[in-house]
């Protein structure tokens, strides 16, 4: 519906009215009319579920674009905003970080335990477990009531640092056993060298998250249940579910197919560089083969040509 005035007067109009009543919902420049707020009822809170957040955003942006696509010149720049939706898109950007970080450091720890092991079976037993650990302590984390914020985000990424390290050292252990030897062999002896102090290393962790548990500030005593809950899982994850792994279907050479790879790169490399260090010696040789040499005439083996060895012109 159009407004009972002529267009030339809406402006001058609109800004003497706002400047008069001190009307802050609409801001004007030099008289013309730039920015007008209008507030409406939403079905959200901030504290809201993510996804009825989710949804009501979807709703709310559909129907705006949909206005902005009908509206003439001037007025189709229109967009809504919220505090609740500031809140909502926050949530969102942590929880894409979430997975981002797990993400990162599995691939990171594969890294790390392939140089550690150099045996590409053993690095896909680790990114198993390691998963198999981030996935129970989130479960028990969700389980305790927890929900993702920015304290609960940042011990998330401390979580998956400590998810890897008994691992490594059992990967590191099984793969430094010397010579062809049984999987069976293989996982008692990482069992038996690495297995004591992993297990000291366990018991001293959780010691400590529990002492922080009793703490005054809430950051320590999430971050010691979270510590408490990962520690548990991690070493139920290495000596279980890994060990289980390398007994069962580990392998035998596990540096086997890194040693091969690495061999045959240096063959490569060293062919590459006698390739190289050959090519200059033959190009000399053919440029020595190449160069025409000269007949060297002495003094008394010079002679004159006589008049009579020339060649006459009109003989038959």
């Known amino acids: 519906s159009s407004l009972p005035m002529s267009p030339e007067y809406f402006n001058p109009c609109l800004s003497a009215w706002t400047n008069y009543v001190g009307e802050t919902a609409i801001l004007d420049r030099n008289g013309v009319v730039e920015i007008m707020f209008i507030q409406f009822q939403q079905r959200v809170r901030y504290d809201s579920p993510y996804n009825d957040l989710a949804d009501e955003w979807n709703l709310i942006e559909d129907w705006m674009e949909a206005e902005v696509k009908a509206a003439p010149d001037g007025v189709n720049t229109m967009y809504h905003s919220s505090v609740d939706f500031w809140w909502y898109d926050t949530n969102g950007k942590m929880l894409q970080t979430a997975f981002q970080a797990a993400g990162i450091a599995l691939a990171f720890s ?146 086997y197919l890194m040693d091969q790879f690495v061999a045959w790169c240096g063959k490569y490399c060293g062919r590459c560089r006698r390739q190289r260090s050959e090519s200059p010696q033959e190009e000399s040789k053919e440029a020595e083969l190449i160069v025409p040499q000269e007949t060297v005439v002495g003094p008394l083996e010079r002679q004159v040509a006589s008049p009579e060895d020339e060649p006459k012109e009109g003989a038959a």
Do not use: N
């Not at 129970?136 to 929900?147: E, K, N, Q």
């Open 110 to 255: 594969g890294i790390v335990v392939l140089i550690a092991s150099r045996s590409v079976v053993l690095t896909l037993f680790s990114v198993l477990t390691i998963g198999y650990v981030l996935a129970a302590t989130t479960a028990l984390l969700v389980a305790s009531g927890w929900t993702l914020g920015f304290l609960e985000s940042i011990c998330f990424a401390i979580l998956i640092g400590i998810s890897c390290d008994f691992v490594i050292h059992f990967g590191h252990a099984y793969a430094s056993r010397p010579g062809k030897v049984c999987r069976h062999e293989r996982t008692q002896y990482a069992l038996i060298r690495m297995g004591p102090s992993i297990l000291a290393a366990a018991i001293t962790t959780v010691c400590a998250a529990i002492i922080m548990l009793f703490t005054v500030i809430s950051f320590f005593r999430q971050f010691a249940q979270i510590l408490l809950y990962t520690v548990l899982q991690a070493t139920i994850g290495s000596f279980v579910v890994y060990l289980t792994l390398t007994d069962c279907i580990g392998p035998e050479e596990p540096t």
